[in-house]
């Protein structure tokens, strides 16, 4: 892996002088031409790097006498607390597919000036471009691609750009042990349906997902909520103090990088115990690892599945939110599961168009997929940086978020006993769209919370939304 | 809808003289200049008669000597004879997915010459050149295409081209009310996910298609095989029959148009009595009607939800087998149910991707379509009836066929009680590959059937495989 361009590590440099109090709001930063001789860089990436903490917030241009650090109205936002790891809730059934549907349906009457509710980043973060000429090229090079029914299990040239990508994960798998699917959401309907029955009894992180409890339920399948931390990803403490109690869990479903809504990422050493205990106890793990390119930092994102020894964990994953919103591109590798998956995959819904599997294999194999990745990882953590700045700058007191290493989502605490319903009602009326806490639980224990996605490039109408979406939460909190 | 070309009407005319004998093997046609004299016609009409004629099977030509009745080496192929009304079997789960996947497997294991096991037409069969170029358009006019998500429900384009074709099978539907989904599988899962849960009893056709057994059992419902006419479709007295003995069956599930593999078309009496006949009992009616566009007659056929009243009728259909064997899409049109197959679709595997449902519609909406499926049909009829001669010329006496009247099938059955697996893999030795008739029902009541498809042009290399697949009848016949 390379480390980070020359701007980023002067631009870190100055950050680190901002938070320790070296240098104070107000202060002028030293200038350019200084900053060039200072670190001995070129004009450009001095530049880079001051425009860089301008558009992250931590600086001001002034006309004519350059950049000043910005005053912050506030104390920087204090992390989510720690879960305790209590016994998860019974397992029921809740009808959260009818709360979650009456919620989106609600979203959908109005109309939406500002979406804090996306599950990906505005389309101005990929690469629509390449990813047409790379399917015009496919529809060139095969006339009879709508001819003929596509190969089963998926284009061989996607696997093997998968299977190789997976190295990077820490996985070993052969393209022919990967099965294209219609996104994880697929994958994860056929690792369920593979592993366990109707009635049976699911372990998953709390919060998590929604769209898993809709899987979930949809099955006939329970969730049983585990507490998870919003830096390490689930309690295996309670993990087993939930085993002791329910001897009939059949899986285990979690998203070991860059959990959603958390955002947590699980040490390494948290990953091989997870594996290891599931195997004692021959219990499935599925692995949901779609957000992991999106991870900060200087080596990628270990897998669960790098420490399956036994086939027992299935790995799940799509190019949903890194590459290409508009592909239906998953995958899954299902160890010892896999002949059943194929089994199902086929008559869930047979194999995979080819034409879109083409493209993005031509994608992935240049090094174009990795440019894209680096600059929307940037682009992700600058937004990130913008938001959280501006909650905590206008949201009240008391106020917390996640601080993820990446992705597109941040986890908002609010303060009191703010229902986050209300809040979403209130901010559809103001045309703006976010995910109340509700619809990650089957239970009301993140009722007070919301998840803003910072997908969108930050601009004036995105920070004065986040001041109404402020103001609403204050007027809520006020009440009794 | 438009009568048939005029050299069809011709060609008609001499297929009666030669079937009723007024014109005998050997005997010459009057010439191609006779014939528009006698009929009025033009000389490009007679000649395409004749050569409709000739590559049908019927006459042959001879050098400077015009075109003379064929010899038959065998009488016309008996019709499949009707089943009786039994009781159906007790539903029960039977490992079909098992046995049809032990035999795909063998099926794969040696390199195929020539194809009878195939599920739609051959590429040559398709627009694929018109497909391409539209979805090359909508590459350029959608820049952004891969970079959001796409639209829930379905492309509304799309919707509105499969609005506007459904009034041609009499059925009146929104384009709101049709969600789009990958293939008619993905429409069938829906469909019995909607109305039944796991083990409950489904009635089915006997023989049904396979892959409808396969969905049945990987969600764990029964499967009720009802016996079912070669020409008229399921038995509405066995359905009545077994009405009285199970009280518990959830859902009708019947191709009504040119069922798989019968070749069956339900007359419309039938259709309007099982329509009325289900919604009287609140039994859930799930119509597969992905074959009725390769239908031949004057006028196209209606769907079992023309008749419906009362939402009861869920009309699946998809484009697989009349317009593009390489694109994933089919639909949905589910009535009472639209919201819960709404729900179960988003939690299955998202709305479907954009460019394949933007190609389509502007395929679908243009002239195009209507010439394409006339074009198809006259193909397939040529095959076919092509096929059938040869079957007759060269299999055992005893054997028996389908004679639909359009699609892609011939329903073959062979004398005596030769095993269809066993021909599967002789045939599978020689590099044929045929569906064996114990695919089609979870019993073993059609072992001495076989598929076959007839979607390749003919040639004599398909004619020499025939010969080959009727010397392994011949000889397993022969076995005591
Ligand atoms: C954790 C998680 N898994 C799966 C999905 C769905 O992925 P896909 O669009 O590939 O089906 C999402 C998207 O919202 C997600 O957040
Ligand atoms: C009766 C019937 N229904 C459904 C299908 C599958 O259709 P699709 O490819 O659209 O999923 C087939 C194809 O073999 C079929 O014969």
Redesign the interface.
């Known amino acids: 892996m390379e480390s980070a361009p020359l701007y980023r590590q002067l631009a870190q440099h100055y950050l680190h002088a901002i938070e320790t109090g070296v240098l104070k709001p107000g202060d002028r930063v030293p200038s350019v031409r200084t900053l060039m001789e200072l670190h001995g860089v070129s004009l450009s990436t001095a530049l880079q790097a001051c425009r860089q903490m301008e558009s992250d917030g931590l600086l001001e241009a002034r006309p004519r006498s350059g950049y000043f650090v910005r005053h912050r109205r506030h104390k920087p936002l204090a992390p989510i607390e720690e879960p305790v790891a209590t016994l998860p809730d019974p397992a029921q059934y809740v009808g959260i ?1 009818e709360r979650i ?1 009456a919620i989106t349906a609600r979203g959908h009457q109005q109309p939406v000036a500002v979406n804090f509710a996306g ?2 980043g505005a ?4 690469p ?2 390449g ?2 000429n790379a ?2 090229r496919a ?1 060139r090079l095969h ?8 190969d089963s299990g998926g284009h061989p040239a996607f696997r093997a750009v998968l299977a190789r990508n997976a190295l990077l994960s820490r996985i070993t798998v052969a393209p022919e042990d990967i099965l294209v699917t ?2 994880c ?2 994958a994860l ?1 056929l690792a369920l ?1 593979a592993v366990a ?2 009635g049976d009894v699911i372990a998953v992180e709390s919060p998590t997902y929604y ?1 898993l409890l ?2 979930l ?2 099955l ?1 399948m329970r969730a049983l909520e585990i507490p998870s931390s919003p830096q390490t990803g689930i309690s295996l403490e309670a993990l087993e103090l939930a085993a002791q109690t329910y001897d009939n869990i059949r899986a285990v479903v979690v998203v070991p990088n860059l959990q959603n809504p958390l955002g947590s990422i699980m040490p390494d050493a948290n990953k091989a115990q997870l594996v290891a205990w599931c195997d004692a106890r021959a219990i499935a793990l599925i692995e949901d690892d779609c957000f992991s390119a999106l991870a900060e930092g200087d080596a990628p994102l270990a897998a669960l599945k790098a420490w399956d020894r036994s086939g027992g964990v299935i790995h799940c994953a799509s190019l ?1 939110k890194i590459l ?5 591109l998953g995958w899954i590798a299902a160890g010892k599961w896999q002949a059943r998956v194929e ?2 995959k ?11 599997q083409m ?1 993005a294999a031509e994608f992935m194999g240049s090094g174009a997929f990795e440019r894209h990745l680096r600059r929307l990882r940037e682009q992700l953590r600058s937004q990130r940086a913008q938001v959280a700045q501006a909650i905590a700058a206008e949201f009240p007191a008391g106020t917390r978020a996640s601080n993820p290493n990446g992705g597109l989502h941040l986890w908002v605490e609010l303060p009191g006993s703010v229902p986050s319903e209300a809040v979403f009602d209130q901010a559809m009326a103001a045309g703006i769209r976010v995910v109340p806490g509700v619809m990650f639980s089957n239970s009301n224990r993140f009722d007070h919370f919301l998840r803003l996605n910072c997908g969108t490039p930050f601009t004036l109408e995105i920070e004065r939304a986040l001041r109404t979406l402020a103001a609403v939460v204050a007027r809520l909190a006020d009440k009794p």
């Open positions: 597919h549907s599950a990906c389309p101005a973060l990929y629509a471009q990813l047409r399917a015009a529809l006339p009879q691609l709508f001819g003929s029914a596509a219609h996104g959401t697929e309907n349906r029955q109707p769209g809709q899987i339920e949809s006939g949903h290409a919103p508009g592909m239906r089994m199902l086929y008559s869930q819904s047979r194999p995979n168009e080819l034409l879109a493209a």
